[in-house]
Nanobody
């Protein structure tokens, strides 16, 4: 059974940092991607960042480039999202997801989802 469990959310002031973790278990495919998504109140869910298993290529949405970094441990069981220079507009529930990329698009094909962790950026 595939499970993804997020942790690391919380309240942080603008300009601060947080590191989210996504513990992945039960996922046995050789080619896959792990992505971070977020959903702010009243807004649609958006893809934030993604990493592929075969070449560790990463993807970032424009609004977080240069501020967020996705990585994973050597055992490939945990994926991290380091978030720096946080802004109030980064406030959202952050979800990690896993799946097989469609047409090579990292954030596509997500099939398994965690329950999310709340990030609040506020003075």
């Amino acid at each position: 059974q595939v499970q993804l469990v997020e942790s690391g959310g919380g309240l942080v002031q603008p300009g601060g940092s947080l590191r989210l973790s996504c513990a992945v278990s039960g996922f046995t495919r050789d080619y896959y991607a792990i992505g971070w998504f977020r959903q702010a109140p009243g807004k649609e869910r958006e893809g934030v960042s993604c990493i592929k298993s075969n070449d560790d290529r990463t993807y970032y949405t424009d609004s977080v480039k240069g501020r967020f970094t996705i990585s994973r441990d050597n055992a490939k069981t945990t994926v991290y999202l380091q978030m720096n220079s946080l802004k109030p507009e980064d406030t959202a529930v952050y979800y990690c997801a896993a799946g097989t990329p469609l047409f090579g698009l990292c954030l596509s094909g997500m099939r398994y989802w965690g329950k999310g962790t709340l990030v609040t950026v506020s003075p």
